[in-house]
């Protein structure tokens, strides 16, 4: 597939929470390459460390917004609480792309049986994972619907509820905020200037992933041996690119309510990753994971599916 022409967002203001690190920042980051005003919302300063406790943060990531093209303006938000997200709306007199993608729970997952796992981090997850999003919904939305070509993007983890994530709590924050994108498109029935969706990246090398498997961007094929499904993994700029390819889409009207992957979004609009290759994680969780996961081994080379 051809690359089409780049996306083009200039005089548009975006929110991006939890852009922080991972998708979010990535997803500012494109948004800005694009030409975007975008408002980088989470909760990392350079003075003052979120629970999760890692090293990147918002004046940083606006800082990649406004070297990319674009403008980056860092607020600090706690999206679980509403006073917090008030105050960002006030900065906030225009808002064309409302992308909601709080998380938090890195810390929180623990793999295995519901009820073997410590309650107060599941229900923390929950808090961290769904509530941040309904109160960042409440508040902005009506500053969104006031756009003459608005989208509201809810970040999830997986295009349906077919995956099995080993985590009860983990598999409900993720099928819920997809399903938020589904009834959003619903509630905007009288708001045609507005679409709502959902969007998920596939197999993620974000600044944690690396970690886990003990790799860096530049030699992540080293994890491969250990995580072979790791060979068909993605930057979390790949994701950013195509839901910037979307925001520029004058007829995005007919992704509403779906959820849409990286890799639908990439044989949509055409684009590549950082290192010019297409993963189509899709295609790969169908031909080789799930039968796999049926006790049936498939032969085939990861290079066909990039």
């Keep these: 597939m051809s690359q089409r022409s780049e996306p083009d967002l200039s005089g548009k203001v975006a929110v991006v929470t939890g852009a922080t690190r991972g998708a979010g920042r ?27 406790g890692r090293a990147e943060t918002i004046e940083d990531t606006a800082d990649l917004v406004t070297k990319a093209g674009g403008k980056g303006i860092a607020v600090r938000c706690d999206f679980t609480d509403p006073s917090d997200v008030d105050d960002l709306a006030k900065k906030i007199d225009k808002l064309d792309i409302f992308v909601d993608n709080a998380w938090g729970g890195e810390n929180l997952v623990e793999w295995g049986k519901f009820w073997e796992h410590d309650l107060d981090r599941q229900l923390h997850m929950w808090r961290n994972g769904v509530e941040t999003h309904l109160v960042a919904l409440h508040k902005l939305m009506p500053i969104l619907i006031r756009s003459d070509d608005g989208l509201v993007v809810e970040v999830t983890d997986g295009e349906d509820g077919e995956a099995y994530f080993v985590n009860l709590t983990y598999d409900a924050v993720k ?5 938020f994108g ?57 994701l950013g690119r195509g839901i910037a390819h979307l925001a520029a889409d004058p007829d995005r009207k007919r992704f509403a309510g779906q959820c849409l992957s990286s890799w639908k979004l990439k044989r949509e609009y055409g684009f590549t990753d950082l290192d010019g290759t297409q993963p189509d994680w899709g295609r790969w969780w169908d031909d080789v994971v799930k039968p796999r996961i049926a006790g049936r081994t498939v032969e085939t080379d990861p290079a066909d599916y990039r």
């Design 26 to 52: 990535a997803i500012a980051v494109e948004l800005g390459a694009a030409g975007a005003t975008v408002f980088v919302a989470g909760r990392t300063t350079r003075t003052q460390q979120s629970e999760v």
């Design 175 to 179: 099928n819920t905020v997809r399903r």
């Design 182 to 238: 589904e009834v959003l498109a619903k509630d905007l029935k009288d708001h045609p200037n507005v679409t709502a969706l959902a969007a998920t990246p596939g197999f993620l090398r974000s600044e944690q992933m690396l970690e886990t498997f003990g790799v860096t961007e530049e030699n992540w094929r080293d994890a491969v041996e250990k995580v072979p499904d790791y060979a068909i993994s993605e930057t979390p700029h790949y």
